[in-house]
């Protein structure tokens, strides 16, 4: 099952796993597919960011986002991104994807997701940083006033000092690549 047939399941999947809320989870299920391995037959890297994404636009379709931003020419964008490996996801073995709104300031914010093998072990762990771009302002969105428009009341916690040491270091490396020519 392809990236599109995955988001496809997702899709008509949603509305059986409610309305996403600050604080919950996106659980996806998924099995590790010839299609998705590398030379070492098990997931490929690039598979990690794809079954990101979907657990993200789970998040965005559940908190009712998507069709907020089809209506206002919203768009959310990814800033970056970290991974790190730690148990392999081997051929045909099963997994989840846990797709979590950890925090956010100003413009950004902070999402993890976390590739739990059947026993309960993380297999991977990816944190992202994105906006909400208004193509009508050509600028990004403040993410308390786009919370606000959905209804969500929550306050941001302050970052782990592991997310500060990710946010900085994206920072760092964005400055980086708009130096380089």
């Not at 956010?104 to 309960?120: A, C, K, M, N, P």
């Not at 969105?141 to 592991?162: C, N, Q, Y």
Request: glycine share 8%.
């Amino acid at each position: 099952m392809y990236v599109w047939l995955r988001l496809a399941r997702m899709m008509a999947t949603a509305r059986s796993r409610g309305p996403y809320k600050v604080g919950d989870e996106s659980r996806l299920s998924f099995r590790c597919l010839p299609t998705d391995i590398d030379g070492n037959a098990h997931l490929n890297n690039a598979r990690y960011m794809m079954l990101a994404d979907v657990g993200r636009i789970d998040i965005f379709v559940r908190a009712g986002l998507l069709s907020l931003a089809r209506k206002n020419k919203w768009a959310p964008m990814m800033g970056g991104l970290q991974t790190v490996y730690v148990r392999e996801i081997k051929l045909w073995k099963k997994f989840d994807v846990v797709s979590t709104v950890e925090t956010w300031d100003d413009t950004q914010i902070i999402g993890r997701h976390r590739f739990v093998l059947e026993d309960g072990r993380t297999a991977a762990l990816v944190m992202t940083t994105a906006g909400v771009y208004d193509f009508n302002n050509r600028s990004f969105l403040k993410i308390d006033d786009l919370f606000e428009t959905l209804g969500v009341t929550d306050k941001p916690r302050a970052p782990s000092e592991e997310e500060r040491i990710f946010m900085s270091s994206h920072t760092g490396l964005r400055q980086l690549a708009k130096g380089l020519t």
